[in-house]
């Protein structure tokens, strides 16, 4: 069964430091991966996708993310935190059957000035 | 315009009554999808249609029941509600890599 880890519940990051977001998969076949945000009380937003090609994805807000496969992992990073980019960030996998998207538990971003 | 739209937002209903929510997307994606977020920001999928026949029902109990008028419309109905079903409810739409989601419907059953 496919699935997604994000091993961090929370995150602390100072404004202007880098950031990254773990995330680990297991999958059987090729993973399509991606990053969603949760501001508050707001659905979900896109932020990038892995499908194929480049291993380094970059995204929305200034967001990229690694693909490793040796590792499966799926790190969300980026090079200046922003106390903006504090929100709920999610891990998913696309699964084979379906297309549902299985997600990590979740990992609280907070950012402070 | 908004690609996935959701209502109502809020939902406050008590137990065992009967309430639906409404999505529409304008994406012209063949495929929509219900997820539900409970109380501690888990996500789990609950249905999918792609062009309003049903090919994901995830074990979601039979009070639920969604239909597709159309293929841009994904609408949630749920009977006889109870405590626990008090969750995020999102709707979304999907390409054909990438989900679009809703603003979501907070349900509150009391």
């Known amino acids: 069964a496919q699935s997604v880890a994000q091993p961090e519940d929370q995150v602390n990051v100072a404004e202007g430091n880098p950031l990254t977001v773990k995330c680990t998969y297991s999958?059987?076949?090729?993973?399509?991966l991606f990053w969603y945000v949760q501001y508050p009380n707001r659905g979900l937003q896109f932020l990038l996708k892995y499908i194929t090609g480049d291993n380094l994805v970059k995204g929305s807000y200034g967001f990229e993310a690694e693909f490793n496969k040796s590792q499966t992992s799926f790190h969300l990073k980026k090079p200046s935190a922003l106390v903006s980019d504090s929100a709920l960030y999610f891990c998913?996998?696309?699964?084979?059957?379906?297309?549902?998207?299985?997600f990590g538990q979740g990992t609280e971003l907070s950012v402070k000035p | 315009d908004t690609a996935v739209s959701q209502t109502p937002k809020y939902l406050v209903t008590q137990m065992g009554n009967d309430k639906s929510i409404k999505c529409e997307q304008n994406l012209g994606h063949d495929t929509m999808y219900w997820y539900k977020q409970d109380s501690k920001k888990f996500l789990k999928i609950m249905f999918s249609?792609?062009?309003?026949?049903?090919?994901i029902n995830e074990t979601v109990p039979n009070r639920f029941s969604p239909k597709s008028p159309d293929k841009a419309h994904l609408n949630l109905h749920i009977n006889s509600l109870e405590l626990g079903d008090s969750a995020v409810y999102f709707c979304a739409s999907g390409g054909a890599n990438t989900q679009y989601f809703g603003p979501g419907t907070r349900l509150t059953v009391l």
């Open positions: 999958v059987s076949g090729n993973p399509y």
């Open positions: 249609y792609n062009n309003k026949e049903l090919i």
């Open positions: 998913a996998v696309r699964d084979t059957e379906g297309g549902k998207l299985i």
